[in-house]
């Protein structure tokens, strides 16, 4: 056992510490102290180290624990008298280093605690050193001791918009105000402050709810050398808010300033829903970085193979967390709960959910314990969960995610929206499916039709204006020699790779941009838009971004001004189809009539007509809901040619106006239904590559 005092450390100062209690994990604040209680299993001794700052060489203080009067059943515990909010602490846990047990103990190493609810990273971390043996303590990253009840909320509550009505706009906090564009001074670019600036912005174009790419505190250089990590996939703390979001530099400030952010965003009728990571962790396979997990208990929090001495990788990035193993399973709901009850956040979209199925051996579980825990927990049941049903090892359960209550990505959404406006053939057909529900991935009888979180760009790919621009992806910045990123983007550059001068081949781009963008939100289902593609962000042909935190992954707040026609389009087509009870049904409709009395009827260029072979380029659909004003003619075009379509005929009195025509510029692409033109006769010509709506009103007159 190793128990050699490092040099220069203080001796322990054993007489005010008192034995503790072994709950809650973490580091609680008592009236007059701290309660620290971590759990380790197989160790020998728990030592607990109080440090002065983040870039202390030493720590200012060690707690050798008792295993007599500091440890309960697995948990070791001391309640030290004096210690306030702000304090910051570390773990050296001494135990066996013995692979073939799953034992990856190391005494010299300073370990995070799993609970901690915020972290201090000095001016001397180095994730390459971290990887190396020996003595970390100089460079290790810090726990700080946080009272989640010092906080005035001011009476916030959680804001539970419907699905029926949500928008959700999925965004990079540091990304959206680190521009120099953004308007904003130096301090606040990149932080969550600088968000709070921007919600008129969020508000005005009908978002609902945020979903912030990872907050969770994670390794900035977990990236390749040179880069940083700048999604954030890669966790180190699973409780605490990312330190590199703050606009100050005190170590409490972090969990204020993002509370501050979430009140902000409430205030504006806003969810916030987290994007949280508990598939994998930042200490990545057998070469990374001991920072917390692997020192306390390896083979509890991570699935690892005990034969091949390897860590199981079911995430794609070097471990699987053994999410349904008890303990980990416990952490997991304790920090849903916290999310919820102490940062006051509105819903999860969870990272790889479908890791969370697989058992403490990677095997698949019918009913995983975790998964139902979230599920059933009546802290949550407010709040929304959303599943990426996919792992990176090809379990695929879009359609099949377990439980009553998670949404889904749907990825097929995604690809058969792009197959259909991209002109490839087989894609009618699907596309039907598509834009009314999805019925033949969700099958189940009055399924929310809601639950299908759709998207046809999220961070993962091409943006919008790259989806339009490049025929192939360019990841030759990431330093992966372009192997990286996805090579099926069902993409189409209009015919010029990359940027162009050309204004009929912008014009063609941003026809389809918009054609996107009125399928996301004319179909059934919540739909997500991605951060920019409202004003044509580009990431220059990279569809694999993580490592890039620079001005190719920002938002170039000019592009505000430049495509101020494209946003007008895109907040008018968010008010139409969020207003209308036709695009927002609550089960997915099993045939000419939905649950709720809408009539639906399908056309091609003739009536009653819908062309549904594979060389079909085009489709047509009608809506009417026992509700005035409440009818709908929908006809999409990804043909090359101009069609003539049949119109629907009305009762008199009545009359076909055109809200949306993708083809048309700016002030006649989008029109308000009350000042929308008139559509005379009973044919509309569609121009190629387009999409028209619209709604049937009584006559207007003059």
Same mark, same amino acid.
């Given at each position: 056992?190793?128990r050699?005092?490092? %040099?220069?450390?203080?001796?322990d100062?054993?007489?005010d510490?008192?034995?503790?209690k072994?709950?809650?994990?973490?580091?609680?604040?008592?009236?007059?102290?701290?309660? @620290?209680?971590?759990?380790?299993k197989?160790?020998?001794?728990?030592?607990i180290?109080?440090?002065d *700052?983040?870039? %202390?060489?030493?720590p200012?203080?060690?707690?050798?624990?008792?295993p007599?009067?500091?440890?309960?059943f697995?948990?070791?515990?001391?309640?030290?008298?004096?210690?306030?909010a702000?304090?910051?602490?570390?773990? !050296?846990? =001494?135990?066996?280093?013995?692979?073939?047990?799953g034992?990856?103990?190391?005494g010299?190493?300073?370990?995070?605690?799993p609970?901690?609810?915020?972290v201090a /990273?000095?001016r001397?971390?180095?994730?390459?050193?971290a990887?190396?043996?020996?003595d970390?303590?100089?460079?290790?990253?810090?726990?700080?001791?946080?009272?989640?009840?010092?906080?005035n909320?001011?009476g916030?509550?959680?804001?539970?918009?419907?699905?029926?009505?949500? $928008?959700?706009?999925?965004?990079?906090?540091?990304?959206?105000t680190?521009?120099?564009?953004s308007?904003?001074g130096?301090?606040?670019r990149?932080?969550?402050?600088g968000?709070?600036?921007?919600?008129?912005?969020?508000k005005?174009?009908g978002?609902?709810?945020?979903?912030?790419? +990872?907050?969770q505190q994670?390794?900035?250089?977990?990236?390749?050398?040179?880069l940083?990590?700048?999604?954030g996939?890669?966790?180190?703390a699973?409780?605490a808010p990312?330190a590199?979001y &703050?606009?100050?530099r005190?170590?409490?400030?972090?969990v204020?300033?993002?509370?501050?952010?979430?009140k902000?965003?409430h205030?504006?009728?806003?969810?916030? /829903?987290?994007d949280v990571?508990?598939?994998h962790?930042?200490e990545?396979?057998h070469?990374?970085?001991?920072?917390s997990? !692997?020192?306390?208990?390896?083979?509890?929090?991570?699935i690892y193979n005990l034969?091949?001495?390897r860590?199981?990788?079911?995430?794609?990035?070097?471990?699987?967390?053994?999410?349904?193993?008890s303990?980990?399973?416990?952490?997991i709901s304790?920090?849903?709960?916290?999310?919820?009850?102490?940062?006051?956040?509105?819903g999860?979209?969870?990272?790889?959910a479908s $890791?969370?199925?697989?058992?403490?051996?990677?095997?698949l579980?019918?009913?995983p314990?975790?998964?139902w825990?979230?599920?059933?927990?009546?802290?949550?049941?407010?709040?929304?969960?959303? #599943?990426?049903?996919w792992?990176a090892a090809g379990?695929?359960?879009v359609?099949?995610?377990?439980?009553?209550?998670?949404?889904?990505?749907?990825?097929?959404?995604?690809?058969?929206?792009?197959?259909?406006?991209?002109?490839?053939?087989s894609?009618?057909?699907?596309?039907?499916n598509?834009?009314?529900?999805?019925p033949d991935?969700?099958?189940?009888p009055? !399924?929310?039709?809601n639950?299908s979180?759709?998207f046809?760009?999220? =961070?993962?790919?091409?943006?919008?204006?790259?989806?339009?621009?490049?025929?192939?992806?360019?990841?030759? #910045?990431n330093?992966?020699?372009?192997?990286?990123?996805?090579?099926?983007?069902?993409?189409?550059?209009?015919?010029?790779?990359?940027?162009?001068?050309d204004? %009929?081949?912008?014009?063609?781009?941003?026809?389809?941009?918009?054609n996107?963008?009125?399928?996301?939100?004319?179909?059934q289902?919540?739909?997500?838009?991605?951060?920019?593609d409202?004003?044509?962000r580009?990431q220059?042909g990279?569809?694999n971004?993580?490592?890039?935190d620079?001005?190719?992954?920002w @938002?170039?707040?000019q592009?505000?001004?430049?495509?101020?026609?494209l946003? !007008?389009?895109v907040?008018?087509?968010?008010r139409?189809?969020?207003?209308?009870c036709v @695009?927002?049904?609550?089960?997915?409709?099993?045939?000419?009539?939905?649950?709720s009395?809408?009539?639906?009827?399908?056309?091609?260029?003739r009536?009653?007509?819908?062309?549904?072979?594979?060389?079909? =380029?085009?489709l047509?659909?009608?809506?009417?809901?026992? $509700?005035?004003?409440? =009818?709908?003619f929908?006809m999409?075009?990804?043909?090359?040619?101009?069609?003539? @379509?049949?119109?629907?005929?009305?009762?008199?009195?009545y009359?076909w106006?055109?809200?949306?025509?993708?083809?048309?510029?700016?002030?006649?692409d989008? &029109?308000q +239904?009350?000042?929308?033109?008139?559509?005379?006769? *009973?044919?509309?010509?569609?121009?190629?590559h387009?999409?028209?709506?619209?709604?049937?009103?009584?006559?207007?007159?003059?």
């Amino acid at each position: 056992m190793n128990r050699m005092r490092r %040099a220069g450390e203080r001796g322990d100062m054993q007489s005010d510490v008192q034995p503790g209690k072994s709950y809650q994990l973490g580091a609680t604040v008592l009236q007059d102290g701290v309660n @620290f209680s971590v759990y380790s299993k197989s160790c020998y001794s728990v030592e607990i180290l109080l440090f002065d *700052d983040a870039d %202390a060489v030493r720590p200012s203080r060690v707690i050798t624990l008792d295993p007599k009067t500091n440890r309960t059943f697995y948990y070791w515990h001391a309640y030290v008298p004096g210690l306030k909010a702000g304090q910051l602490y570390g773990y !050296r846990v =001494h135990g066996p280093f013995d692979p073939g047990r799953g034992l990856l103990y190391d005494g010299h190493k300073v370990l995070l605690d799993p609970y901690t609810k915020a972290v201090a /990273i000095g001016r001397n971390y180095d994730r390459s050193d971290a990887c190396r043996p020996g003595d970390n303590i100089a460079f290790a990253p810090k726990s700080v001791v946080v009272d989640p009840l010092d906080y005035n909320w001011e009476g916030d509550e959680p804001v539970r918009n419907p699905y029926t009505t949500s $928008v959700i706009y999925e965004l990079h906090v540091g990304g959206f105000t680190r521009h120099p564009s953004s308007g904003l001074g130096v301090e606040k670019r990149g932080t969550y402050g600088g968000l709070i600036e921007k919600i008129g912005y969020l508000k005005e174009l009908g978002i609902t709810a945020v979903e912030l790419m +990872p907050v969770q505190q994670f390794d900035e250089q977990d990236a390749p050398v040179h880069l940083s990590n700048y999604w954030g996939y890669s966790p180190m703390a699973f409780f605490a808010p990312h330190a590199g979001y &703050c606009s100050k530099r005190d170590h409490l400030s972090p969990v204020n300033e993002f509370r501050d952010m979430v009140k902000a965003l409430h205030r504006s009728g806003i969810e916030v /829903i987290l994007d949280v990571v508990f598939n994998h962790t930042a200490e990545a396979g057998h070469e990374g970085p001991t920072f917390s997990f !692997r020192g306390l208990e390896n083979n509890s929090y991570y699935i690892y193979n005990l034969e091949h001495q390897r860590y199981e990788n079911y995430s794609g990035c070097g471990n699987t967390v053994n999410t349904n193993f008890s303990i980990v399973r416990r952490m997991i709901s304790e920090c849903l709960r916290y999310w919820v009850e102490h940062m006051h956040v509105d819903g999860f979209r969870f990272d790889l959910a479908s $890791v969370m199925v697989r058992g403490e051996n990677g095997e698949l579980m019918e009913k995983p314990p975790i998964l139902w825990s979230i599920e059933s927990d009546p802290m949550l049941a407010g709040t929304k969960i959303i #599943a990426e049903a996919w792992d990176a090892a090809g379990l695929y359960q879009v359609g099949s995610f377990i439980g009553d209550r998670f949404a889904e990505w749907n990825s097929q959404f995604r690809d058969d929206v792009r197959r259909f406006v991209k002109g490839e053939n087989s894609s009618v057909y699907r596309l039907s499916n598509r834009v009314m529900g999805s019925p033949d991935i969700y099958p189940q009888p009055d !399924r929310d039709t809601n639950r299908s979180i759709n998207f046809v760009t999220c =961070h993962d790919g091409f943006t919008l204006q790259d989806l339009v621009s490049y025929n192939i992806k360019h990841n030759e #910045a990431n330093a992966e020699a372009n192997r990286d990123g996805y090579d099926m983007n069902y993409s189409w550059n209009c015919g010029v790779e990359g940027p162009t001068d050309d204004p %009929a081949i912008d014009g063609m781009r941003l026809r389809r941009i918009k054609n996107y963008l009125t399928l996301l939100f004319t179909s059934q289902g919540t739909p997500m838009l991605l951060m920019g593609d409202e004003v044509r962000r580009t990431q220059q042909g990279n569809n694999n971004a993580y490592c890039q935190d620079n001005e190719m992954s920002w @938002f170039d707040w000019q592009l505000t001004q430049a495509n101020s026609g494209l946003l !007008r389009f895109v907040q008018g087509l968010i008010r139409f189809s969020r207003s209308h009870c036709v @695009f927002n049904l609550e089960h997915v409709p099993r045939g000419p009539v939905s649950s709720s009395g809408v009539k639906i009827a399908w056309h091609g260029v003739r009536l009653d007509e819908p062309d549904f072979r594979d060389d079909s =380029h085009s489709l047509a659909y009608e809506m009417k809901a026992p $509700v005035e004003g409440e =009818h709908v003619f929908v006809m999409m075009s990804a043909y090359w040619q101009p069609l003539v @379509f049949e119109l629907p005929r009305l009762d008199n009195g009545y009359a076909w106006y055109r809200v949306i025509d993708t083809s048309m510029g700016t002030g006649e692409d989008y &029109c308000q +239904p009350g000042q929308s033109p008139r559509v005379e006769g *009973d044919r509309y010509q569609l121009q190629d590559h387009s999409i028209a709506v619209l709604v049937a009103h009584r006559t207007r007159q003059g």
